[in-house]
């Protein structure tokens, strides 16, 4: 009798403090060891640049070698870019350089001429060497049993780097759904003709003519996305970790010149070694926040279900990239 009730006892106190979190705090309910088949997620809910060091130190992996930092420099007069202050002091600190790679459409990045122009109209030339990775070239790298690609193509640059961090911008997405470090280390460090063999699903690698007869099925997208994220996480081997700002959440990407305004409340920066588990903390984040006047998540939930962003999640475990289940543990 007295194991039954302990037992009960566990039960109620379990669902007590999911209910005392809220449903804004609902991936919070897990934030002490994590278990063998869980992912460990950091989070603060502070975004400044001390935090953002931080939480890359709380990983405990060392960035050492040539360090190359993944962003978006954002297209045109975009102005939801994470911002130069917040990373700087991380780059200095790790003698880091920012690293990109051109656009598979008509934009203000889609040639390095008019990439350069825009990373110094966006300062980001100004905390540190940006580097376009595919300005010289491309190689490929070799996609392990992929369903869609045969190999990922890359900017030839991504050779000069021992250690890559994955900073990456959550925000919505408008052909993704939403743009995670997945996204950002795929489509983000794929070269031009890159991103359009991804958009295609592995039938096409050229700019040209790409948008009007070869995107892919939605699903074939996505997963080509994974593949070429797994395939960059297999050549650096470990050497790479991941990090989420959330703030400035707009539907739309930061490659959108002109973006919707952002209706959802800023939350915080999140970090792991684990990109499903991060990109799932996000979402998940998103879809327990609770809707007010000043905070409406629905526009973006609308368009992750439209664009059946989360399909990524669950083929990216497939293919062994990461976990979908994994343990939030706050830093603050």
Known sequence: MKKVFLKLFGIIATVSLFIACGNDKATETSTETATENEAVVYMTNEISAQSLIKIYETLGIKAEGKVGIKISTGDGEGKHTLSTDLIEPLIKQLNAKIIECNTAYTGTRHTSELH???ITQHGWDKIADVDI??????????????????????????????????????KGHQMAGFGGVLKNQSIGIASTNGKAYIHSAGTWEKMEELWEKHIA??????????????AVADKFNGKIIYIAVMNNMSIDCDCNAHPAEPLIKDYGILAS???????????????NMEVTADNNTKPLIERIEKQKGTHILDYAEEIGLGTKK??????D
């Open 326 to 331: 994994y343990t939030l543990k706050k830093i």
């Open 116 to 118: 350069h122009k825009t």
């Open 273 to 287: 070694t684990d990109p499903v588990a991060l990109d799932k903390a996000c979402v998940d984040i998103i879809y």
């Open 133 to 170: 990775m595919d300005e010289d070239g491309e190689i490929k790298l070799p996609v392990t049993d992929g369903k869609h690609l045969k190999y990922d193509i890359v900017g030839s640059h991504i050779n000069n780097y021992d250690f890559i961090i994955n900073l990456a911008h959550f």
């Open 217 to 230: 099925e939605q699903d074939d997208f996505t997963e080509s996305m994974a593949e070429a994220a797994k």
